[in-house]
């Protein structure tokens, strides 16, 4: 198994920045992909960005140029880099995990993005 957990989401003023993270532990080894989603009210859950065990990366079109995905793997940690955040970014980000064909998600940390 391998749990989640994120931290880092606030409140922010529009064109501000926030740094996500998400720590990794248990079976981090069979760990092959780990990635950012998010969900507002009432909406689907929706991509934001991923990254392979290889170090490729993946964004949604809506984050491309504003959000970067790194990851430690010293610390077992994934970040979401945000910049220039619009109100629009406002909601739940939750962090998944791909391993042995199985998936597991973190519990969600709220940044709300507002003046």
């Known amino acids: 198994q391998v749990q989640l957990v994120e931290s880092g989401g606030d409140l922010v003023q529009p064109g501000g920045s926030l740094r996500l993270s998400c720590a990794a532990s248990?079976?981090?080894?069979?760990?092959?992909?780990m990635g950012w989603y998010r969900q507002a009210p009432g909406a689907q859950r929706e991509l934001v960005a991923t990254i392979h065990i290889g170090g490729s990366t993946n964004y949604a079109d809506t984050v491309k140029g504003r959000f970067t995905i790194s990851r430690d793997n010293d610390k077992n940690t994934v970040y979401l880099q945000m910049n220039s955040l619009k109100p629009e970014d406002t909601t739940v980000y939750y962090c998944?995990?791909?391993?042995?064909?199985?998936?597991?998600w973190g519990q969600g940390t709220q940044d709300t993005v507002s003046t």
């Open positions: 248990g079976s981090i080894s069979s760990i092959n992909a």
């Open positions: 998944n995990a791909h391993f042995l064909g199985f998936v597991s």
